[in-house]
């Protein structure tokens, strides 16, 4: 796609020095909405190269692996249509330094590990063991028995993450967010600290630990600067989802911001809940000892202009932002509908309706998309989506790592890359037959004892229903150490092993086993075993979801999503449910005014998802399954605040079905209607 005038002045951005280097100052590119920021992006780190600099001394940084792997093999064919143009050789490209900020921070770490007192050989643990070890903790030091209701292990790990990530006191952000946790300050200061010692004593690291970590290891001066002499330039996508400990890496990383590239949109900064930041974009441009250039993509390629023209306006009511008004490169297009219904069975109806018809009249059904804000506001949606023989994919559900079958099978695999890592050793033994949680404890205080030398365990006993089991497992644990056993054939082994477990443990063990090789089937891809988990855990794959039904051979799947979940994403047809105050925005927002704001940009990407057809709908009132059983188990929903008199004008307002006033003035005898008039004013 040729560049337009907006992208070019990004691409172009900076100049030769006197060395004839390529130099930049610190750039901002504000991309709005479909503006075509990857391929500005890929443009940019194409001008790069092209002008001199090494691919290995550029570090690309994006929010998932597909994508960082997407804008390398964009580069890589504008790098080659540009010297093919000048006539000059083509060599293969190689940019060594990209991924997500955790994956970087993983490698980093991994090199830099004796400087700040790991072992290198840590492995990652994700956010279900992060819970699972806080749930241990919370129970040893006996929380879980108090009178009062002490927060669970999901609750405390998020206070421990809104903690670190934002690099706020814990008193602060019980006070501000987890208001009713205030009363545990100190019991949560002890879980926290003892949370980081077992983590320490076992060579664990969390995810948010990645960050910390590398946040702190650059407050080193001479590693800092060790760092940073490999790169000349960084490039990072999506910077308004950033933290508080992103930002201050890149500042120690480059403290005069010269080579430094983001982009982002503040427009669509939406996961303040994951601790980003929305004022590390807004104050970008004065965060360096040199000012930062801004420039701002204008032109949207995806929706058409009535689709932008409501997004605009939403914005545009906003108090905080960068000020754009998209343009479309689309003319024409229809308004955009606002449909109220009576309920949300009415909501679901009038979706499966306008869906078929849309298929109809040629729009597959991965075309259209249903969006919403929480996960189980579409189980409605979905009841009738089956009933109506319509096979969808939901995308906000349980994850395909968090299956439990799945976790055993990681589990056994990091307990032989870490013997250390005692959560993953109970989780493995508990399989075994015959095997509880005390006879497991013990067996892993007996591993301790014996320094974890895995030879050892030959020696001890397990019951007599496990000894088959682990007989063969211990061979696997202590053959594994030799690290020359590829990781092909380690994986094979321990899968293998693992399908005689998944019999022994779950009844729909042939069901199962698929995921299982599925999984075997993605290891082959990753050189080593602690490459495999470390990137598994860092960048998961994203479940399919449920699906309705098997598809026919001549259908495909209509898209179900969260708003959160659909960010980057586009269709020709979008649904938008539940836009009612309650909903957009959110209940727990009232009186936040940050909160608000957050909000009204969660609507915004909603909207820019589509990009010919769009529908909000505010159902009169909802079905809350929380509410009590005795009487009427519906609340009623009020129009959203974000739909102003200014807002409602760039939409088309209309009821579904017709109420039942325009059906009776259709269908009436207005001489009779008169003749009632007159009978009842003849009373008086």
Known sequence: MQLNSEQKKAVQFGEFNSKNKFESPPLLIIAGAGTGKTNTLAHRAAHLI???????????????RRAAKELVERTRQI????????????????????????SIANRLLRFYAKAIGIESNFTIIDRSDAEDLIDVLRYDLGFSSLSKRFPKKATCINIY????????????????????????????????????????QQSLLDYDDLLLYWFHLLEDSKIAQMVASQFDHLLIDEYQDTNILQSGIITRLFPNGHGVTVVGDDA????????????????????????????TLKQNYRSTQPILDLANQLLKESSIGYKKCLTSTKLGGERPLLITVEDDIHQARYIVEKILLERENGVELRQQAILFRSSHHSDRLEVELMRHDIPFVKYGGLKFLEAAH????LSIIRWIDNPKHRLSGFRVLKLFPGI???????????FELIQFNSSSLFQYTPPPAAEDYWQKFVSLLDKFQDPNITWPSQMEQIKNF??????????????RENDINQLALVSQQYQSRERFISELTLDPPVASGDLSDKPHKDDDFLILSTVHSAKGQEWKNVFIMNVAEGNFPNEYATGDKKAIEEERRLLNVAITRAKQKLHLIQPLKYWIPEQTKYGDRHVYGGKSRFLTQSVSAYLNAIHWPASLTQVAEKKADYNVINDVQKRIQNLW
Request: negative net charge; aromatic residues 12%; glycine residues 4%.
């Open 50 to 64: 092209v002008s001199g600099v090494d691919p290995e001394r550029i570090l690309l940084m994006t929010f998932s």
């Open 498 to 511: 693992y399908i005689e477990l998944l019999e022994e443990n779950y009844e729909d063990a042939y069901i």
């Open 436 to 446: 509880g949680p005390g006879i497991a404890n013990k067996v892993l205080d007996y």
């Open 268 to 295: 669509q900064s939406i996961y303040k809940f994951r601790s980003a930041e929305i004022e590390n974009i807004l104050n970008f441009p004065s965060q360096f000892n040199s000012p930062a250039k801004v420039i």
């Open 79 to 102: 790098v080659a249509k540009q010297l093919k143009e000048k006539n000059k050789k083509i060599n293969s490209l190689h940019i060594p330094w990209m991924g997500t900020f955790h």
């Open 161 to 200: 993450s809104r903690c670190v990530n934002s690099q706020g006191e814990l008193e602060k952000i019980l006070k501000e967010e987890f208001p009713w946790c205030t009363d545990w300050k100190e019991e949560l200061s002890s879980l926290f600290s003892e949370y980081t010692e077992k983590k320490f």
């Open 406 to 409: 799945v976790k055993d099978l």
